[in-house]
């Protein structure tokens, strides 16, 4: 009876003609990439015993293997980060109780710093696959995963939380399952921020490399084959050389997987933008068209769409709302006060744990004097990103300006973002050494090093989206010079600089571990501050300082969060809205 | 008879809870019933409740009070028999139109096949078909409702119902696809057996419905039915839909009886709910009223005509100059005042000072606040406390909206001042010596 003319059908078939040029294209690509991969893959599981001197060499004919290794790693570390993020959000959304604990445990999680879970975390990872080189990958994939994970989780959580309400009420009308109502509206519609935020993510990733794959924890010296340990081996041979070599490899992986791996996710993606009208900055990547062209590749997509939307139909709602199942269940809020009791109590317990063992363990004196280094390194942090945005606003606002450089632009700070601060020891190190300068001033700027990138970007982006009228009436009205700047660019931009210095602060404290504390052969330059103080206890193996440096850094992170950037936060948002 | 009645209300009440923990009502008392074979309209002005309403029935919220049964079973949830099309249309942006229309049935586990064949056929049937691969950013306003309608009927409802299903929609859209909507259901093309109409398009309403009840509000309960016995198609410009859209018209903007106030001069807590609306439209109607054609007075549904403006957007309007005294609403016609008409021929600077004088006299909220500042010895005070008046009987985000309406009036007036980052109300500064 319904035999409708569907022109999709048709179209179809009149395609269908067997491979053409663009499969005869894909097909080496593809199945060069997954010989590649599987041979990385292989080379994980490696015959290892503890305080074996793994060997690296600074040829750069083993580059290529080590640029493998590494982006095998981040990318098994980034599918860890993304089945964590979507655990954690798809939980902290549903259930009030659980969100209650691990939102604000995410917020530790995130200001810890990486060296902090890698103490932690290297002994059961080895303990794991005794005598096999895995236990040590893992570990490494750990770390990696620790400098990923959270902006991704939280970014996911945000946008579950923000789902547009008419959508919510539609999927209940429709009678669509948790399960359902996950896959369908909630995770599409945070696609676009959660692919935003594992891009940053890589970025993230690569800044820490060098003591994800070199671990020099508690004694132990462990290379991985990889960019990272190249360069912390090509730092301790003082090989500049290398350390280009190294740059050059870096850039080249950046691209490979920006141009393989991004782009074309970040192009798909486009469709899931929620705002409805076609914007002017559509993502663009050629490989994505080129797989839309090549009729295998369809095909295959098309097969496994098929076959991914079937476990859609699992967990249907078998029942309707005239069922009595579907009513409302009212929480006994004598529960929701037990519960409340109870996390109270564990607090409570936790502050006890503390003061005793900072009493009997490390004692008030050296608590007071890390707190004293938390200050230092505050203080530096604060000016930093102060001067970071004297020098970058006025140049991102230019550039936002002027949108055919902001495209370019937006990229290159990307990149910056991701270069690990390790690269710029010896330049840093030959200028301290040779010139006499101070190590507790002129280290500092190595903090904001690889963090002022986000302030340009952000400021860029903002200042690309000041509309046209704003700035031809400006012009209009003959404003010109400071008080243009006062009275326009700078309230126009002043929301997304905020995001920007927020990101750009979190990273500094980060950052502060690996910049005030820098090698260069045998050299060795100290700022005194709470990160160098980390890195020293964790090369010692010292784990009650270690645990107490970490823990005054994340209430100092913590604090500044909740008292100076929310506030600024908060204004922006009420400014600009 | 009970046999064919779909939707049965008995003494529904639903009050939310205010942020300092008072329960506010919302709904009070609502007795309705959707009978098989029938339309029926629901008009009110916005804070009637009227959504509030349809969400009970869509088993979105549950009611606090009283009976919500479908067919004789209470409803819990959402029920299978009732669809809904929405305002803003909520089409999924990331589906296909056809798998927007499928969302429903694959929620259910309906195998591929035969989702694909009834999404086909309504989608034809709706005007649809070829556009089955299209994203909904691709289509137009009308076209996407469309989509909305198809993703409702797909399901084979027992009970559609139309949260103002055409008002986001240019006039002729709307009027179109709400006779292909009217079409189908004469002809008995869907299952549909019966329809619900949210609405405040009074014309909407006269033109589809074969009842109109009307909600009023603070809280929202039924004040008035009407029954409307025209055949289909009805023909906007014969006498008798005329007729019918003139009393609608008449009874919306009847004002709620006047207790005659004993010469207690204390406001009602309800009193300081102010109409949506704001300066510049209430001069632009008093400018519109006065010229011609109108000269002074003016039939409600031809002034929105001229005005080029809905009746959601006059009402508030309406409700404003009936307050302050400038106009007068009565059986659907609309006059100026004496000083209503002594306002429209002022100066500007006159114009403001008149309107202060109004507020001060007949706009309690805006009287209080003066009062409250002028007992200030700076003549100063956060909005705060204001804020939380208006909190203990109306909703937080309703509540921020009246004090926005109040604070717009006041400054046009000068009767106070508001400075936006600090949030606090002042006396206006003495005028400078001039």
Redesign the interface.
């Known amino acids: 009876m ?1 035999e ?5 059908k048709t179209a179809d078939s009149i395609n269908d003609r067997g491979p053409n040029r663009w499969d005869w294209a894909l097909l080496p690509l593809v199945l060069a990439l997954l010989i590649v991969f599987a041979f990385g893959a292989m080379q994980m599981s490696h015959p290892f015993s503890v305080g074996e001197a793994s060997e690296i060499s600074l040829d750069p004919v083993y580059l290529p293997y080590y640029l493998l290794r590494t982006i095998l790693r981040m990318f098994t570390a980034l599918g860890f980060s993304l089945l964590f993020s979507l655990a954690f959000a798809a939980i902290a959304a549903k259930y009030a109780k659980a969100e209650k604990i691990m939102v604000p445990m995410l917020d530790v999680l995130q200001s810890v710093p990486i060296l902090g879970f890698q103490a932690i975390a290297i002994a059961p990872f080895i303990a794991l696959f005794p005598g096999n080189l895995l236990g040590v990958e893992c570990a490494a994939i750990f770390a990696i995963f620790t400098s990923q994970a959270w902006n991704m989780a939280f970014s996911l959580y945000q946008s579950i939380r923000t789902v ?1 309400p ?2 919510s ?2 999927t ?6 948790s399960w ?1 109502r996950f896959w ?2 909630e995770l ?1 519609f945070a ?1 676009p921020g959660l692919l935003w935020n594992m891009m940053m993510s890589m970025s993230g990733g690569w800044f820490f490399l060098v003591a994800a794959e070199a671990i020099s924890v508690a004694g132990q010296d462990i290379k991985l084959p990889g960019i990272g340990s190249y360069i912390a081996v090509a730092i301790e041979a003082k090989n500049g050389g290398a350390i280009a070599w190294a740059i050059g490899a870096m850039l080249t992986g950046i691209l490979l997987y920006d141009q393989l791996f991004f782009r074309p996710l970040l192009a798909w993606a486009d ?4 705002e ?3 914007s002017e900055t559509a993502q663009e990547s050629w490989l994505l068209n080129w797989m839309r062209s090549s009729h295998w590749f369809r095909g295959l997509t098309d097969k496994l769409w ?1 076959l991914l939307s079937r476990p ?2 699992w967990f ?2 078998r029942y ?9 269940r009212q929480i006994n809020p004598v529960w929701s006060k037990v519960w409340d009791v109870a996390l109270t109590l564990a607090c409570l317990w936790a502050a006890y744990r503390m003061i005793t063992f900072i009493h009997s363990d490390v004692g008030w004196g050296e608590t007071g004097h890390v707190v004293g280094l938390g200050l230092i390194t505050l203080l530096r942090v604060m000016l930093l990103i102060a001067l970071a945005s004297l020098v970058w606003v006025p140049i991102a606002v230019w550039i936002g300006l002027r949108p055919q450089y902001s495209q370019q632009v937006q990229a290159v700070a990307q990149f910056l973002a991701a270069f690990p601060v390790n690269l710029m020891f010896p330049l840093v190190v030959f200028a301290v050494v040779s010139l006499n300068l101070s190590p507790n001033i002129w280290l500092s700027p190595l903090m904001v090093f690889g963090t002022q990138w986000y302030i340009l970007f952000n400021v860029v982006a903002g200042a690309s989206t000041i509309p046209n009228e704003l700035r031809l009436a400006s012009d209009n009205l003959g404003l010109k010079g400071w008080l243009k700047w006062k009275r326009v660019y700078l309230p126009a931009i002043f929301p997304s600089y905020i995001t920007g210095a927020i990101t750009a602060s979190g990273g500094s404290w980060n950052a502060s571990i690996v910049a005030e504390y820098v090698t260069w052969g045998k050299t060795t330059l100290i700022a005194d501050g709470l990160g160098s103080y980390i890195k020293q206890m964790t090369e010692v193996g010292d784990f009650h300082r270690i645990a107490l440096g970490i823990g005054v850094m994340c209430i100092f992170v913590m604090l500044l969060n909740r008292f100076f950037w929310r506030k600024l936060y908060l204004l922006a948002e009420d400014r600009s809205s | 008879m009970t046999k064919n009645l779909l939707i049965d209300l008995k003494g529904v009440a639903k009050s939310f809870r205010a942020a300092d923990g008072t329960a506010r009502s919302v709904l009070e008392k609502v007795d309705f019933e959707l009978k098989e074979g029938e339309i029926v309209a629901l008009l009110g002005k916005s804070g009637s409740g009227k959504s509030t309403l349809l969400r009970i029935i869509a088993g979105l919220i549950p009611a606090d009070t009283g009976k919500v049964a479908y067919r004789e079973s209470p409803i819990y949830g959402p029920v299978a028999g009732v669809a809904m099309v929405f305002q803003s249309f909520a089409l999924f942006p990331w589906l296909t139109v056809q798998q927007n229309v499928e969302l429903g049935l694959e929620a259910q586990g309906v195998p591929a096949d035969e989702r694909e064949a009834r999404a086909d056929a309504v989608l034809e049937m709706i005007g649809l078909a070829g556009f089955g691969g299209a994203l909904p950013r691709e289509l137009s306003g009308g076209m996407k409702q469309r989509v909305g309608i198809a993703r409702a009927l797909v399901t084979n409802p027992d009970v559609l119902l139309m949260d103002e299903a055409f008002s986001a929609l240019d006039v002729l859209t709307g009027e179109t696809l709400r006779n292909d909507m009217l079409e189908l259901w004469d002809e008995n093309r869907i299952p549909t057996k019966g329809i619900l109409i949210v609405s405040h398009n009074i014309e909407e309403a006269v033109m589809m419905s074969d009842r109109i009840i009307m909600l009023s509000s603070d809280p929202g309960c039924i004040r008035c039915e009407v029954k409307i016995d025209l055949p289909r198609p009805r023909n906007v410009d014969s006498a008798e839909v005329r007729a019918l859209i003139d009393e609608v018209y008449g009874l919306m903007t009847m004002r709620p009886v006047q207790e005659v106030a004993a010469g207690v001069p204390v406001p009602k807590r309800q009193d300081y709910r102010l109409p949506e609306t704001d300066v510049s439209r209430i001069e632009a109607v008093l400018d519109l009223l006065a010229d011609a054609p109108f000269n002074g007075r003016a039939d409600l549904p031809q002034l929105a005509e001229e005005a080029e403006l809905s009746d959601e957007e006059l009402f508030p309007t309406y409700e404003a100059l009936g307050q302050l005294g400038f106009a007068l609403v009565e059986k659907g016609d609309i006059s100026l005042t004496p000083l209503g008409k002594r306002y429209v021929e002022a100066e500007q600077i006159d114009r403001q000072e008149l309107f202060g004088q109004q507020l001060l006299t007949h706009v309690p909220l805006v009287a209080h606040i003066r009062r409250s500042l002028e007992q200030e010895a700076n003549g100063m005070l956060p909005e705060g406390p204001f804020l939380e008046l208006l909190e203990e009987f109306l909703e937080a985000d309703e509540a921020k909206r009246v004090l926005g309406v109040a604070v717009e009036w006041g400054r046009y007036g000068e009767v106070y001042e508001y400075d936006y980052h600090t949030g606090r109300l002042t006396l206006p500064e003495p005028a400078e010596s001039a």
């Open positions: 319904f409708l003319f569907n022109p999709q547009p008419e959508l009420e539609a209940r009308i429709f009678r669509l399952s359902q369908r509206l599409p696609m469709k899931f933008r929620f409805e009208s076609q098929i859609l139909g249907s709602v309707d709302g005239t069922s009595a199942k579907a009513s409302v």
